[in-house]
């Protein structure tokens, strides 16, 4: 078990106390079960059926024919980063690509 100290009302003290002495069980005992009740309701709310379809909601949301154009949405028209929608290099890209270019084939030349 792990401890654990609580700041409670003095109204709350004399209340486990009765309730204790009344049930014949330590305090600590009944502070435990009143907790592990309370808690236990409280978690219950969410059974794993609804745990499953939350995690199914908030899943992957991708296009409808993503199955059949797979190959268009990864390399085709339908794609972020080629065909008519790739993005454009900016001059400061081409000038480092023609740099190392042009360092490698001096290098192959040499």
Same mark, same amino acid.
């Given at each position: 078990? =792990? /401890? &654990? #100290?609580?700041? =409670?009302?003095?109204? =709350?003290? /004399?209340?486990? %106390? =009765? %309730?204790? &002495? /009344? #049930?014949g069980k330590s305090e600590a005992r009944l502070a435990r079960e009143i907790l592990g009740k309370e808690l236990k309701v409280k978690n219950k709310s969410i059974s794993a059926a609804d745990a499953l379809v939350r995690m199914a909601q908030n899943s992957f949301k991708g296009p409808g024919d993503l199955s059949t154009n797979l190959f268009d949405y990864l390399y085709g028209k339908k794609s972020p980063n080629y065909g008519p929608n790739k993005p454009k290099l900016t001059k400061q890209e081409m000038k480092n690509i023609e740099f190392f270019t042009d360092a490698k084939l001096k290098k192959t030349s040499n």
């Open positions: 078990m =792990i /401890r &654990r #100290q609580l700041y =409670i009302t003095p109204e =709350i003290d /004399r209340a486990l %106390e =009765i %309730e204790a &002495r /009344r #049930q």
